[in-house]
């Protein structure tokens, strides 16, 4: 059954968010600085947990691509993210200390803009919500502030809820706030940056020579072409108490049992693939590797003892873009 969306939930959803959520915020204008090249890891964190507290329909996914926009040309930018899949997304107001939330994009929802007027940029989204019902939101910013928040939800065209700020307004004058707007555009992006959100912790580093890194290369060549990591006895005899713990904890099922999908991809559930290419780089070992058509890439720790090879930690390689041969675009690889 799809999901039908009532007013009076969007308007409860949306009565914090209005302006800001926070009257403080918006009534401390600080002087502008210079920007910097990148949001700080604080930035991002602060992003990350508005987005996951959000009481709109969002992914589970972190996100972790970025670009600039400046939405109300002020010459301070707005940071739009997205999901690795680029299947949700967010906006967000970041500058002198001030984060907000500005608005979600969905496959449902899809963002676009309006032109600059008194000083105002616009974030908007529309799109079905169930059944007959249309919704639209609209956020006005000024000065990289979020200055106004308007939302309308219609029922075969007609208003059937509408709120500016977080107060319920009536159909005229939804409609009169609507045709006061400067004409709407879309949104053009630019290139989007990687956040790294590789957990490096997982994987320490070992000092190994030369010799044992051809050692442990072929090693791993032959461990997963011949798919040896789903065995029991194979993980227990070469993996540390340190990794095995780590699989351990990654076991999502009922009972007890080792994670040996770490090891693959996390976009397939069959054992089949082989090694396409690895190297060493800052002391641990990138394998990139084929699983049931996916192509993904993933970071071991290992190291020699004894002449055995022992695998000390694994986690993704969160910067690399996974190859999904089921994607609408997906080129042969």
């Known amino acids: 059954m799809k999901k039908v969306l009532t007013f009076a939930a969007l308007l409860a959803a ?48 972190p996100l972790c691509k970025w670009q600039y926009v400046d939405l109300d040309g002020d010459g301070i930018n707005e940071v739009w993210m997205r999901d690795r899949d680029e299947e949700y997304g967010a906006f967000f107001a970041v500058s002198d200390g001030y984060r907000e939330l500005i608005g979600i994009e969905t496959d449902r929802f899809q963002p676009y803009t309006r032109e600059i007027q008194d000083g105002k940029g616009y974030f908007c989204k529309s799109g079905a919500a169930g059944g007959p019902s249309y919704y639209t939101e609209i956020v006005a910013l000024k000065d990289s502030r979020v200055v106004e928040r308007f939302n309308e939800l219609q029922v075969y065209g007609e208003t059937d809820g509408a709120g500016l ?7 005229e004058a939804a409609t009169a706030y609507k045709e006061a707007l400067p004409e709407a555009k879309e949104f053009e992006p630019g290139e989007w940056n990687l956040l790294d959100l590789t957990d490096y912790k997982r994987v320490p580093v070992h000092d190994n020579s030369a010799k044992d890194d051809k050692l442990i290369m072929d090693f ?6 011949e798919s040896l990591y789903s065995e029991v006895d194979f993980l227990e005899e070469h993996c540390t108490p340190r990794m095995l713990q780590q699989l351990l904890d990654d076991y999502e099922y009922d009972g007890e049992g080792y994670a040996f999908w770490d090891f693959r991809s996390e976009s397939n559930d ?15 070992y990138y394998y990139e590797a084929s699983d049931g058509g996916y192509i993904f890439r ?15 930690g694994i986690t993704v390689d969160e910067t690399y873009e996974v190859f999904d041969p089921f994607a609408n675009d997906a080129e042969e690889y």
């Not at 890891?41 to 947990?49: L, N």
């Not at 791993?220 to 072409?225: G, L, Q, S």
């Not at 396409?276 to 800052?282: M, P, V």
Request: glycine share 8%; proline share 3%; with cysteine.
């Open 14 to 61: 949306l009565t914090l968010a209005a302006c800001g959520g926070n009257p403080n915020k918006q009534n401390n204008q600080t002087a502008k600085t210079v920007q910097p090249a990148t949001p700080s890891e604080e930035d991002f964190a602060a992003m990350q947990e508005l987005y996951d507290d959000s009481d709109e329909d969002h992914g589970w996914m």
């Open 165 to 171: 700020n977080g107060e319920e307004i009536d159909a």
């Open 220 to 225: 791993i060549t032959e461990m997963y072409n």
């Open 270 to 284: 069959s054992t089949g693939g082989e090694i396409i290419d690895i190297e060493k780089k800052d002391g641990r």
């Open 298 to 312: 993933n970071i071991l720790s290992a190291f020699v003892e004894d002449g055995k090879v022992m695998f000390d």
